[in-house]
């Protein structure tokens, strides 16, 4: 009988834009200071990209390095999935900017819209594809460029202190080696009764015209969060996407060597650990230079943590994101 494909991650890169934006630079800007930013969200400094550079633009960056990484030529990629919540334009989507940026025109390119799980869910029908045979070499980028759309009355300052742009890519194949390392399971799940605790409400078609001057006058077109409400579900959801994929593969906790979770807010991370009774040394965490990148948290962490020699092969690696939506996800896999 024919054995089902496992998909690998065969190569993994990350891209952060050079300027490096500290709490100190933000305190001369938003009614804030670096002693709130550290103390509630453990930031201490993010990265933003400079004018004309969107996460299409990041994303090419993250995509070259992981190609690179996967020792194939860039003309074997047969499909490529994007995530992200700040496109270049409303659209199209940044799956084909990249594609076209890559020399790539032709192939499918997959835009998903699901914010910080944004990389799971793509890796999950990255995950579908490669089983089934449909595709053989998967470019799945995740970028993010928040820095240019956020609010600095105080009205936005929680949000605007937390954000960073950057993107992580990687390249997604069946493993020929059939040694049972790659992705073991992913889990998703969305609750929309929640969209509005954190969100981007306007432009919106609903509103005719669209774009008027009522809409820069409401401001509403900025992020927007209720950050206590996303904090708690963020500390529940998160811990029962990981136990939900753990069940799943008749995994335990113990046998979990990292947690990489969305690094939305490293008190979010240690209470996730703690609610997972995971010792904080296997918790992958680099919310402190990078910030909040949305659906590019995730592979940022993991290549640093892969690159400084963290992960190794055969490592059992838990992946879980929570945002807006409400949204939240697992992935194991082995590495
Ligand atoms: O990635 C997607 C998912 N996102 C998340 O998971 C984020 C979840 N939420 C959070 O991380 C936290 O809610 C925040 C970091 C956003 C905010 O922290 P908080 O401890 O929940 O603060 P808060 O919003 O309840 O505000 C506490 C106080 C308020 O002042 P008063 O009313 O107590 O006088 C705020 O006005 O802190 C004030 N505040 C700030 N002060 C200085 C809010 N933002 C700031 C700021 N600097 N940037």
């Known amino acids: 009988m024919k054995k089902e494909r496992q998909t690998i991650i065969t190569g993994i890169g990350h891209y952060l834009p050079p300027q490096v934006v500290t709490n100190f630079d933000l305190e001369k800007r938003i009614n804030t200071s670096d002693e709130w930013i550290r103390q509630r969200t453990g930031i201490i400094e993010r990265h933003y990209a400079s004018e004309g550079i969107g996460s299409s633009d990041l994303g090419v960056e993250a995509a070259k390095l992981a190609?690179?990484?996967?020792g194939i030529d860039v003309a074997e990629i047969d499909f490529i999935i994007a995530a992200t919540l700040s496109p270049d334009h409303y659209f199209p989507g940044i799956g084909v900017l990249i594609g076209a940026k890559l020399g790539l025109p032709g192939i499918g390119a997959l835009d998903v819209r699901n914010q910080c799980s944004g990389f799971i869910y793509g890796l999950s029908v990255a995950d579908q594809y490669i089983r089934s045979g449909t595709y053989q070499k998967i470019l799945l980028v995740a970028a993010e460029v928040q820095s240019s759309n956020l609010d600095?009355?105080?009205?936005?300052?929680?949000?605007?202190?937390?954000?960073?742009?950057g993107a992580g890519a990687v390249i997604l194949e069946p493993n020929s080696e059939n040694?049972?390392?790659?992705?073991?399971?992913?889990?998703?799940?969305?609750?929309?009764?929640?969209?509005?605790e954190l969100w981007m409400e306007k432009p919106s078609p609903k509103d005719r015209p669209t774009f008027s001057p009522l809409l820069l006058e409401e401001k509403r077109f900025f992020p927007r969060m209720n950050g206590r409400n996303v904090f708690k579900h963020a500390v529940e959801k998160m811990p029962q996407a990981v136990f939900a994929a753990l069940d799943e593969v008749g995994?335990?906790?113990d046998d979990v060597d990292h947690l990489i979770p969305h690094q939305a807010n490293d008190r979010i991370s240690l209470m996730v650990a703690?609610?997972?009774?995971?010792p904080v040394e296997k918790v992958i965490r680099n919310i402190q230079h990078v910030g909040n990148t949305t659906a590019a948290s995730i592979p940022i962490a993991l290549d640093e943590a892969v690159k400084e020699g963290r992960i190794k092969k055969g490592d059992i690696v838990v992946l879980?994101?929570?945002g807006s939506g409400f949204t939240w996800a697992s992935a194991i896999l082995r590495w």
């Open 67 to 70: 190609i690179k990484d996967a």
């Open 179 to 196: 040694d049972g390392r790659g992705i073991l399971t992913t889990k998703l799940f969305a609750d929309g009764h929640y969209a509005s």
């Open 320 to 322: 879980t994101a929570f």
């Open 274 to 278: 703690q609610k997972l009774k995971i």
């Open 251 to 253: 995994l335990t906790i």
């Open 152 to 165: 600095t009355s105080d009205e936005g300052r929680d949000m605007a202190v937390l954000f960073g742009d």
